[in-house]
């Protein structure tokens, strides 16, 4: 996903084949200008930025049988 400085909001759609029972999809990112929401897609709030610097995150999406990151610019 990219965004322009301004910021923006996306969204990460994802589909659990053989769910099991008790077990949560987990959502992370330790950049602090990003802000996950979980349901039934993951939303991605992402705030300006008011450097002129890049900026690069990972949100990474993992189950009990796996893992996947997205790799966030904007």
Not at 2 to 16: H, K, R, S
Not at 31 to 46: D, F, N
């Amino acid at each position: 996903m990219n965004f322009e400085a301004v910021g923006g909001q996306g969204t990460i759609e994802y589909e659990l084949l053989n769910p099991v029972e008790g077990v949560e999809l987990e959502v992370a990112c330790e950049a602090q200008w990003i802000e996950l929401t979980e349901g039934e897609t993951i939303a991605v709030k992402v705030a300006a930025n008011e450097t002129e610097e890049a900026r690069e995150a990972v949100i990474t999406v993992s189950y009990e049988i796996g893992r996947a990151s997205c790799r966030e610019r904007g």
